[in-house]
């Protein structure tokens, strides 16, 4: 009867053991953005993007602080960016946190198409997105790979009509994320 | 002894499962942002704040070209249009050799001016990590003046047209909507009209902006003499207006009683008062060309 239950202790201990496995945090985040308007292309990005993904019950949050977008046609684009249109020392951060969707093995290697399902915070507007991914599972890391678009009327950001050919209304997103055991 | 077992074990396996914490504070502890330092941009619209600079420097391989135009005085009535039969003006160009360092020139027809400068950001306002609570940026500045002297039987020496700049710009974005700035400078002149002139002249600027909206910004500039004879026979230079931007163009348009527009010449030899109206208007444009592609 003993043996049985120490048997049992050991079980949860590894339970234990395997809930430290539980949580992922991101080593590697980058993502880029593409303004593609008649009159100017303009490109971004950032690789300060972090964020922690709950195996157990597949939540996840990812956020990128958006004053460390780089690129862009100049300074003062990087500039405007920050001051005029994100207005990042108000909203600082643009955050995804939700649940993936589908079931999936995280102890076994391979690679799902799924849908991350939560909120989409940007310029201090919340809208509910489903946003699709491609998750590999590895050796002790999972990549992520995506790719969605942002409408800047979803997040209430406004573009003076002087710059409307300049400027897309549709901004698309590319995101790569690596993550590794916490 | 099987029972105290068990709820040991329920409660062990309690702890490990229940322990369900916010993942976005989780990521506060992890990951906090004192890790990155994030430098204060957009401290001012410019590198110009009205007729003197602000800490702003052109970033690399950027040109800013500015049109300066003063017009006279408003008390000058209807017969000189309120000023604006009069005008002074000043063209220059700024250039980005890196995000610290730029270098200008400019002329003014104010005395048939020429100057030329390098600016250096000492020091950056940043956040985070590493944090810093202003931005320092030095301006080395000369200006010749080419204008004939008056009585042109004497041969003054050629050095006698130089002037020199030493100054600089202490700002800090304190808001978003408002920045302030503090620039103590010292300009050298060789040659002044009297003997009881300085050669050396010293003052202290105060300037700011207050964003209005995202585009539509007021600014201010005051220039106060430090004592001595030039602040005996000249006045404080004193400049107020509007700003409004619009892509790659700052429209500064705004009263002052200064005419001249480099450093030699509306810091130490402002003639106007304020409170007698002669002030004139003013605008500046400023237009920003990225030389990156």
Known sequence: MKKILILFVLIILSIKYASSQDLYIVSNGDVHFTSDAPLELIEAESNKLNGILKVSDRSFVFRVPMKTFEGFNSALQQTHFNENYLES??????IFEGKIIEEIDFNTPGTHNVRGKGSFTCHGVKQQRIIRCRVSVGQNKITVKTDFSVLLEDHNIKIPSVVSQKIAEEITVDVNLELVPK | MKKILFTFVLLFGFHFTGFNQDLL???????????????TDGTFKSVRLINGYTSETAAKNELIFSISHRFGDVNQGIYDFFGLDQSTIRFGFEYGLNDRIDLGIGRSNYEKLYDGFIKVKL????????????TITWLEGMSYKSIDYVNNDVDYPTTARFYYIHELFISRKFTDKLSLQLSPVIIHRNMVETRE???TVGAIGVGGRYRITNRFTAVGEYYYLLPGNTADNYNNSLALGVE???GGHVFQIHVTNST????KAFIPETNGEWLKGDIGIGFNIIRLFSLNK
Do not use: C, W
């Open chain 1, 89 to 94: 020392a108000k909203y600082p951060h643009t």
């Open chain 2, 197 to 199: 002139d300085q050669n």
């Open chain 2, 244 to 246: 409004i931007e619009t």
């Open chain 2, 25 to 39: 504070s989780m990521l506060d502890s992890i990951q906090s942002t004192d890790k990155e330092t994030f430098y």
């Open chain 2, 123 to 134: 020091t950056r306002q940043s956040t985070g990590k590493k944090s810093f609570p202003v």
């Open chain 2, 260 to 263: 001249g527009m480099t450093e």
